[in-house]
């Protein structure tokens, strides 16, 4: 089993949607959670991060975090073109990842936007 | 400020010889970290060097290595080099350090091994 399960998509939102990027991981000693967003031949920038249990806000980006189920999710909302990107769900703070300096990333979601 | 450089942006090689691949982290930032990136297996950590010390190593053959100068620039070796080492090599910078999660991450060096 793999440490970090993404839907690899691709996922299709139509503009102005809300899209739902979901994450869960196997490592219940896992402190913090990270989305990445990758455009296509680009290198991955950090979007959003969340520590504690409960739904975080920045913008139109919103991270959502259970660790009792595991699972850690992304919306974003009013979906624009320009969102169209594969998405990279990480964790840090792990038991299985060695150390809690090291990030585990999972395979991404490709979302595409549609105008 | 100046983002993470990576040197070179592609390389071809063929199997059995080696490559280095350089990196220069932003300004301040003691922490380097490295990656492979392959379709087929996504990000997958090789290793964080801090402050000139490796303090964190991923599931790699020996044959990944790596390096981290004074000036916290960083570079990453591979030896022996086979078919499947072909992926795209990221170079991340931080502050504090990985597992911290503020990773900056550099283009990349695409190394094709024939």
């Known amino acids: 089993q793999k440490e970090v399960e993404q839907n690899s998509g691709p996922l299709s939102v139509p503009e102005g949607a809300i899209a739902s990027l979901n994450c869960t991981y196997s490592?219940?000693?896992?402190?913090?959670f990270f989305w990445y967003r990758q455009y296509s031949g680009k290198s991955p920038e950090l979007i959003m991060f969340?520590?504690?249990?409960g739904d975080k806000e920045d913008g139109r980006f919103t991270a959502q975090l259970n660790k009792a189920s595991q699972y850690v999710s992304l919306l974003i909302r009013d979906s624009q073109p320009s969102d169209s990107a594969t998405y990279l769900c990480?964790?840090?703070?792990?038991?299985?990842?060695?150390?809690?300096?090291?990030?585990?990333f999972g395979s991404g979601t490709q979302l595409t936007v549609l105008p | 400020k100046a983002g993470v450089t990576q040197t070179p942006r592609y390389l071809i090689k063929t199997r059995g010889q080696q490559v280095t691949l350089s990196c220069s982290p932003i300004?301040?930032?003691?922490?380097v970290s490295w990656y492979q990136q392959t379709p087929g297996q996504g990000l997958q950590f090789l290793f964080e060097?801090?402050?000139?010390?490796?303090?964190n190593k991923g599931n790699f053959p020996g044959r990944f290595s790596g390096r981290q100068f004074s000036n916290s620039r960083s570079e990453m070796n591979v030896s022996t080099l086979e078919l499947g080492d072909s992926a795209l090599y990221l170079c991340?910078?931080?502050?504090?350090?990985?597992?911290?999660?503020?990773?900056?991450f550099g283009e990349g060096s695409r190394l094709t091994v024939l």
């Open positions: 060097y801090f402050s000139e010390t490796q303090r």
């Open positions: 990480a964790y840090s703070g792990g038991v299985s990842s060695g150390s809690a300096r090291q990030l585990t």
């Open positions: 991340a910078s931080s502050l504090q350090g990985s597992g911290t999660g503020e990773l900056f």
């Open positions: 969340i520590y504690s249990n």
């Open positions: 490592d219940r000693g896992s402190q913090s």
């Open positions: 300004s301040g930032h003691r922490s």
